[in-house]
């Protein structure tokens, strides 16, 4: 099965619209690829941030199980999209250096 980045960053942009209210991936046309990416970063960081803050209030007893349990799923999530994108990434750069002159 063969996934095109433009595909895999669509799909991170509805998954981290789904995952983390006020993370929001450009869709804008006229970003550049690198915006994108840096975009998308930041959000998975400002993800990981907000899960770390419900961990830190469910330590305290200020949030329930069920909040902790779905801030660190949502994290994962994000995390995977992110290496997922990544991994894409990475292989398509090695295969544009595949390609002859």
């Known amino acids: 099965m ?16 789904a995952t983390s209210p006020g993370m929001d ?15 998308v970063a930041a959000g998975a960081v ?4 907000h899960s770390d803050e419900i961990v830190a209030a469910g330590l305290d007893g200020k ?6 349990v779905t801030a660190v799923a949502n994290a994962e999530l ?5 290496v997922a994108l990544r991994d894409r990434v990475v292989e398509a750069y090695q295969e544009i250096l ?3 002159i």
């Open 98 to 100: 595949r390609m002859p």
């Open 46 to 49: 400002e993800a990981g941030k």
């Open 63 to 68: 949030a329930g199980v069920a909040e902790v």
């Open 78 to 82: 994000t995390l995977q999209t992110v």
């Open 25 to 39: 991936a450009p869709t804008k046309p006229g970003d550049s690829f690198a915006d994108l990416l840096r975009d």
């Open 2 to 17: 063969t996934v095109h980045i433009a595909d895999a960053v669509s799909a991170y942009a509805n998954a981290a619209r």
